[in-house]
């Protein structure tokens, strides 16, 4: 779009822009068109767009994409969009706050990638509510103020290192594109903007560590960043003993340490007891017949490289809203690592029975140990279930879980018929074994609409 037609835009919606939410409108045709180059969008993408605003980046992505999700903020400008695209049934309109439309649903959508004009007052929560692990973006394009994204890049010894630096590059590598002169906007901003691109940061590339615990040990220091960061910290293991583990100063100050040495500290810090292993090979599995009578006993390694029958169960947990928990698989697993499965599930011990098993899963995986076990059916072994004997359990439980950052990646609620869709649609992004007893506990509470 040309600075004139925009300006026309804004004239007939009766549109001021807003210095309070950052209404800084593109009108650089040429410097639109190269942003939406660098998202590398194709035919089969979902490309969700936050704040579009009048259209700028907007035009260029549509024609390149199998679906577009806009999501805007402004109401005249959501009506604005709504009236653009209402003859192309590949883009939808959102009339909300990016920092809080639910972007569950678009797991069922991937690939997505993101891109984003974003407003410097409400960038860090978008981004946080887009982009934080898991996550259903696989790359993503956004323009900030300049002084923002370089807080993003920034590393330790730089001033404006810190908190958002970290929350990003936990799970990002940010990489700055394009610097854009004020006078490439409508109204012209003080300052120049920055394009930033996102990739997602190797999982593999650092050991295994709770987000959660990260997240919340960095707040802590961060908050008086320049003290001296062992006053913030738990009171065990003795910080001595962090100190040298992790090689810091036993004087550091949060804005000291780069980011494997947090992902070390909250190791530390973790104190669930499998926090550091996925499996162990030498665990003992009883070996059963297909009528689930136990023959010998046998490691997980021979159970599983000689396709033994042995004994398993799953749980799927509800929340009050009656969403379900689904685990994201570690890829530490020996099976199926990154996709998702059921809220719990694991092997029988030898001589274990399945709902104790149930239970035991429930607390090593989850931190839940007093919800009431629904037995909601069984699934006889066969290529699919790996060979197992599976027991299927459902459990009601609300409030704050734990999990081993080892076994499981991360937790999220979903309602049902969004599992539903997203197992239609993408079924090689769950565990074999799930989509058997997502059928089953479906039965349970209703057919799908």
Not at 376 to 396: D, K, M, R
Request: aromatic fraction near 8%.
């Amino acid at each position: 779009m040309k600075a004139a037609q925009i300006h026309e835009v804004l004239n007939d919606f009766n549109v001021t822009p807003s210095k309070s939410l950052g209404q800084n409108f593109l009108i650089d045709e040429n410097i639109a068109r190269w942003i939406v180059s660098q998202l590398d969008i194709q035919p089969q993408d979902c490309v969700v767009e936050v704040g579009p605003g009048t259209g700028a980046l907007t035009e260029h992505i549509a024609p390149l994409c199998r679906k577009l999700i806009l999501v805007e903020f402004d109401a005249r400008l959501a009506e604005y969009q709504t009236n653009r695209w209402k003859d192309s049934p590949h883009v939808e309109v959102h009339h909300a706050d990016g920092a809080n439309w639910d972007p569950r649903r678009l797991f069922a959508e991937k690939p997505v990638k993101f891109m984003g004009n974003l407003p410097y007052s409400a960038g860090g929560a978008i981004l946080a509510n887009f982009l934080t692990s898991p996550c259903a973006c696989e790359r993503a394009v956004v323009m900030l103020q300049k002084e923002f994204i370089d807080r993003i890049l920034a590393v330790p010894g730089d001033e404006a290192y810190g908190l958002l630096s970290l929350r990003i590059q936990m799970d990002w590598v940010p990489r700055a594109l394009k610097t854009v002169p004020p006078e490439a906007f409508s109204p012209r901003p003080k300052i120049d903007s920055t394009v930033m691109l996102l990739t997602p940061r190797d999982p593999r590339s650092l050991p295994p560590y709770d987000h959660r615990l990260m997240d919340e040990l960095m707040r802590r220091c961060f908050a008086q960043r320049r003290k001296q960061m062992h006053k913030q910290l738990p009171s065990t293991p003795p910080w001595p003993e962090v100190a040298a583990a992790v090689g810091i100063s036993p004087t550091a100050r949060p804005e000291e340490l780069g980011l494997e040495q947090w992902v070390h500290l909250t190791r530390a810090y973790d104190p669930h007891p499998l926090s550091d292993v996925a499996q162990k090979d030498d665990e003992l599995f009883d070996v059963v017949d297909e009528n689930d009578c136990v023959i010998k006993q046998a490691t997980r390694r021979e159970v599983h490289d000689n396709d033994l029958i042995h004994r398993a169960v799953h749980v799927l947990v509800f929340n009050k809203k009656h969403d379900c928990l689904l685990q994201k698989r570690s890829m530490l697993k020996d099976r199926h690592p990154g996709v998702w499965d059921s809220s719990a599930a694991g092997h029988l011990d030898a001589g274990e029975d399945y709902e104790s098993a149930a239970r035991r899963e429930l607390s090593e995986e989850l931190g839940i140990n007093d919800a009431r076990l629904i037995h909601v059916g069984n699934l006889p072994p066969s290529e699919q279930t790996g060979y197992e004997h599976v027991a299927i359990y459902a459990a009601l439980q609300d409030g704050r879980i734990s999990f081993p950052a080892a076994e499981i990646e991360g937790v999220l609620p979903f309602p049902a018929a969004l599992i539903d869709t997203w197992l239609k649609r993408r079924p090689q992004d769950f565990a074999d074994t799930f989509a058997l007893c997502w059928q089953k506990v479906r039965t349970m509470i209703g057919e799908p609409a």
